[in-house]
C-alpha cells in the first residue's frame, strides 16, 4: 500500500518515519514515547495540585476551628471562607510554580532520553530545576557526550580497519588470481605472499582483540611478582638479532632489583612493541636502550633511542589508533595497545622527544610500586 503504514489497531498511519515526533509516536518496545512522557507527567502535576489544595483547605479549616475562628456545625462567614479561598489559591499558585520547576525539565529529560535511545546525535538538555534534577540534567549531558565520543571513535576505527585489510586482501586476491589465470605458477614463490598478508591480518585481529580488551577493562590480568631488570633483560634479549641485523645497539642499563607486582606476559607486551618501534625508526648506528628506575610510589621503565625523534607537536598523537609515518610498517596499534595495557595495570606512559634527529625519542612507563 502506498504512502500509507497500518497501526496496530488496523487504523492508517500518515506517511513518513512514524517514529519520529510528530507522528505516531511510540517509545522503543511499546514503551511510551516523549509526549506520552510529558503527558502523564502533567496529569501527575495536576494531581500533586489538587492534592496540596485538598490538605491546605483542610488544614485552615482545622486550624481555624482550634484557634476558634470556626464553629463546629456553625455556618461559615464570609470573611472565612474568602481567607480559606485565598489560602487556597496562594497555595495551589505557589505549588503549581515549584512543581512546574522541577517537572519541565524532567519533561526536557525524558524527550532528550528517547531521541538519543533512537540514535540522534548531539542531544543535549538545559541544565535547570531543582538540585537534583540540575544534577539529572549534567548527568544526562555527560552521558550523551561519551554516547557521542564513542560513535565518533567507532566510525573512525572501523574505517581505519577497512582500509588496514584492504591492502592484504587485495595482494591475496591479485596472487591467487594470477594463478589461477595461469600468469603465475602455483608454486611456493607465489604462495608465499599470500600466506604472509593472511599472517598480517591475524595480527591486526589479535591486536584489535586485545585493544578492545584493554579499552574495556575487561582483559584478564594474571599478576605475579617479578624483577624489573629482568622483564628488561628478557625483552633484550628476545630483540637482540631483530637489532644486530638492523645494526643497532641494544643495552639493558644496570641497575638494583625492583620488585614489580604485575602480569609478566602483558608488560613484556608492552616493552616489546617499544622496542619494535625503536627499532624501526632508529637508523644504523645508533643504540636503544632499557633501565628501570624508582620514583615512589612509582617504578619507571625506559624505552630511549637515538633515532630521528618525533616532532613536539606530534607527541600527544603517538598513541593513537594506526598512528604511524607512511613509511613505518606495522599495524598501527604497537603503542595504542601499550597504552592499553599500561592503564589495565593502573599506570601511565608518555612520550619525549624535541623531533630533533639523533636526539631520538624516551618513552616512560610508569607502574605502581610493589606495596
Given at each position: 500500500?502506498?504512502?500509507?503504514?497500518?497501526?496496530?489497531?488496523?487504523?492508517?498511519?500518515?506517511?513518513?518515519?512514524?517514529?519520529?515526533?510528530?507522528?505516531?509516536?511510540?517509545?522503543?518496545?511499546?514503551?511510551?514515547?516523549?509526549?506520552?512522557?510529558?503527558?502523564?507527567?502533567?496529569?501527575?502535576?495536576?494531581?500533586?495540585?489538587?492534592?496540596?489544595?485538598?490538605?491546605?483547605?483542610?488544614?485552615?479549616?482545622?486550624?481555624?476551628?482550634?484557634?476558634?475562628?470556626?464553629?463546629?456545625?456553625?455556618?461559615?462567614?464570609?470573611?472565612?471562607?474568602?481567607?480559606?479561598?485565598?489560602?487556597?489559591?496562594?497555595?495551589?499558585?505557589?505549588?503549581?510554580?515549584?512543581?512546574?520547576?522541577?517537572?519541565?525539565?524532567?519533561?526536557?529529560?525524558?524527550?532528550?532520553?528517547?531521541?538519543?535511545?533512537?540514535?540522534?546525535?548531539?542531544?543535549?538538555?538545559?541544565?535547570?530545576?531543582?538540585?537534583?534534577?540540575?544534577?539529572?540534567?549534567?548527568?544526562?549531558?555527560?552521558?550523551?557526550?561519551?554516547?557521542?565520543?564513542?560513535?565518533?571513535?567507532?566510525?573512525?576505527?572501523?574505517?581505519?580497519?577497512?582500509?588496514?585489510l584492504r591492502t592484504p586482501l587485495q595482494v591475496i586476491a591479485g596472487n591467487v588470481e594470477a594463478m589461477l589465470d595461469g600468469v603465475h605458477p602455483r608454486?611456493?614463490?607465489?604462495?608465499?605472499?599470500?600466506?604472509?598478508?593472511?599472517?598480517?591480518?591475524?595480527?591486526?585481529?589479535?591486536?584489535?582483540?586485545?585493544?578492545?580488551?584493554?579499552?574495556?577493562?575487561?582483559?584478564?590480568?594474571?599478576?605475579?611478582?617479578?624483577?624489573?631488570?629482568?622483564?628488561?633483560?628478557?625483552?633484550?634479549?628476545?630483540?637482540?638479532?631483530?637489532?644486530?641485523?638492523?645494526?643497532?645497539?641494544?643495552?639493558?642499563?644496570?641497575?638494583?632489583?625492583?620488585?614489580?607486582?604485575?602480569?609478566?606476559?602483558?608488560?613484556?607486551?608492552?616493552?616489546?612493541?617499544?622496542v619494535v618501534n625503536a627499532l624501526r625508526h632508529t637508523p644504523a648506528g645508533g643504540s636503544v636502550r632499557l633501565a628501570a628506575t624508582t620514583s615512589d610510589?612509582?617504578?619507571?621503565?625506559?624505552?630511549?633511542?637515538?633515532?630521528?625523534?618525533?616532532?613536539?607537536?606530534?607527541?600527544d598523537r603517538v598513541f593513537e589508533r594506526f598512528e604511524r609515518r607512511a613509511e613505518a610498517g606495522g599495524s598501527g596499534l604497537g603503542l595504542t595497545i601499550?597504552?592499553?595495557?599500561?592503564?589495565?595495570?593502573?599506570?601511565?606512559?608518555?612520550?619525549?622527544?624535541?623531533?630533533?634527529?639523533?636526539?631520538?625519542?624516551?618513552?616512560?612507563?610508569?607502574?605502581?610500586?610493589?606495596?
Amino acid at each position: 500500500m502506498t504512502g500509507q503504514q497500518q497501526s496496530p489497531t488496523g487504523r492508517r498511519r500518515p506517511p513518513g518515519n512514524p517514529w519520529r515526533r510528530g507522528g505516531w509516536h511510540r517509545g522503543r518496545r511499546g514503551m511510551p514515547g516523549p509526549r506520552q512522557a510529558t503527558g502523564f507527567i502533567g496529569c501527575m502535576v495536576v494531581a500533586l495540585v489538587l492534592f496540596v489544595a485538598l490538605i491546605t483547605a483542610l488544614a485552615t479549616w482545622l486550624a481555624g476551628t482550634l484557634l476558634g475562628v470556626v464553629s463546629p456545625g456553625s455556618a461559615v462567614s464570609a470573611p472565612t471562607a474568602l481567607a480559606v479561598l485565598v489560602v487556597i489559591v496562594v497555595s495551589v499558585t505557589v505549588a503549581g510554580r515549584v512543581l512546574g520547576r522541577a517537572v519541565r525539565p524532567l519533561a526536557s529529560i525524558a524527550e532528550a532520553t528517547e531521541r538519543l535511545a533512537d540514535g540522534e546525535p548531539g542531544v543535549r538538555v538545559a541544565v535547570g530545576g531543582p538540585g537534583a534534577v540540575r544534577r539529572l540534567g549534567a548527568s544526562f549531558n555527560a552521558m550523551a557526550d561519551r554516547l557521542d565520543r564513542s560513535r565518533t571513535e567507532r566510525r573512525a576505527l572501523l574505517a581505519d580497519v577497512t582500509h588496514e585489510l584492504r591492502t592484504p586482501l587485495q595482494v591475496i586476491a591479485g596472487n591467487v588470481e594470477a594463478m589461477l589465470d595461469g600468469v603465475h605458477p602455483r608454486d611456493d614463490a607465489h604462495l608465499a605472499p599470500i600466506l604472509a598478508e593472511t599472517a598480517v591480518m591475524g595480527r591486526l585481529l589479535d591486536d584489535l582483540r586485545t585493544l578492545s580488551l584493554a579499552e574495556a577493562g575487561a582483559l584478564p590480568l594474571h599478576r605475579e611478582e617479578i624483577d624489573a631488570q629482568r622483564l628488561l633483560a628478557d625483552v633484550a634479549a628476545g630483540h637482540a638479532v631483530a637489532a644486530r641485523d638492523a645494526r643497532v645497539e641494544l643495552s639493558v642499563v644496570d641497575g638494583p632489583a625492583i620488585a614489580l607486582d604485575v602480569d609478566p606476559v602483558r608488560v613484556r607486551e608492552v616493552l616489546a612493541n617499544l622496542v619494535v618501534n625503536a627499532l624501526r625508526h632508529t637508523p644504523a648506528g645508533g643504540s636503544v636502550r632499557l633501565a628501570a628506575t624508582t620514583s615512589d610510589p612509582w617504578v619507571e621503565l625506559t624505552v630511549a633511542d637515538t633515532g630521528e625523534g618525533i616532532a613536539p607537536a606530534d607527541l600527544d598523537r603517538v598513541f593513537e589508533r594506526f598512528e604511524r609515518r607512511a613509511e613505518a610498517g606495522g599495524s598501527g596499534l604497537g603503542l595504542t595497545i601499550a597504552r592499553g595495557l599500561v592503564a589495565a595495570h593502573g599506570g601511565t606512559i608518555g612520550a619525549e622527544s624535541d623531533g630533533v634527529p639523533g636526539h631520538g625519542t624516551t618513552i616512560r612507563v610508569r607502574l605502581p610500586a610493589r606495596g
